[in-house]
């Protein structure tokens, strides 16, 4: 009897302490927070057991430049934002993440030694309980390889692929409207507007009648 009290005792308290360590306010809560105990082995536990068991792959080599070329465009509209550019300051977002997005053109950061099928399988499913989407739903099959390659192949781009990674002009600053697409209509219908002279020999209104 006493051992079952024991025993009840024992399996309440630990979700009574935890309960109390989440209500107290001291239990991480911001991105910027130190980590909670334990919380890295949950969240990565079985991340590379998952990956390693379910990662395709390709060689590397096999990718052409138009291929990389491709994933540098697919980069710069949906990675550079978290994961930066070559030879440019970190972005102020990834900064301010946590866990912080790996600088994937910087020493530190980089993928080159990763098998590309892994990145592949980042890319499509995401890292669960970080910043990293997934993009599966989002782009095709290529556009991940691609992007994949560019990504794993950092290290050793042609120069026609890394002008592709210019950062793009800055939005925030005051700039020209951008150009319309053919399919837009403008703003202002020429036809309508004011200023075009009436062509000549047409009515003209009647000079003001002296008195
Ligand atoms: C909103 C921010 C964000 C975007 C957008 C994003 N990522 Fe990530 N990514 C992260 C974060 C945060 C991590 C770190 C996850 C971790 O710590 O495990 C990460 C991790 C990764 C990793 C693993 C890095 C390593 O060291 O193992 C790869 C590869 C990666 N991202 C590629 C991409 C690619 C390619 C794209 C675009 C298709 C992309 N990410 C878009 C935030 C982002």
């Given at each position: 009897m006493k051992f079952l009290l024991g025993l009840l005792v024992g399996i309440l308290i630990v979700p009574a302490v935890l309960y109390v360590y989440l209500q107290s306010g001291s239990a991480p809560a911001a991105a910027t927070d130190a980590p909670m105990p334990f919380e890295k082995i949950l969240a990565r536990g079985s991340l590379h057991a998952r990956i390693e068991r379910e990662h395709p792959n390709k060689d590397?080599?096999?990718?052409t430049n138009p291929q990389l070329i491709e994933g540098a465009d697919v980069y710069q509209k949906n990675c550079a934002f978290c994961h930066g550019l070559p030879q440019q300051p970190q972005s102020a977002a990834s900064k301010g993440m946590y866990p912080s997005a790996p600088q994937l053109f910087t020493q530190d950061g980089t993928?080159?030694?990763?098998?590309v099928g892994e990145t592949y399988w980042k890319v499509k499913n995401g890292i669960r309980l970080?910043?990293?989407?997934?993009f599966g739903a989002a782009l095709s099959e290529d556009q991940m390889w691609n992007v994949s390659a560019l990504v794993a192949r950092a290290d050793k781009l042609a120069p026609e692929v890394l002008t592709e990674l210019k950062p793009l002009p800055d939005l925030s600053s005051p700039v020209p409207a951008m150009p319309l697409g053919p399919n837009v209509p403008p703003a202002v219908a020429p036809a309508q507007h004011p200023v075009v002279p009436a062509p000549s020999g047409a009515a003209q209104p009647a000079p003001p009648t002296p008195r």
């Open positions: 590397v080599a096999q990718f993928v080159t030694d990763d098998p970080t910043g990293m989407p997934s």
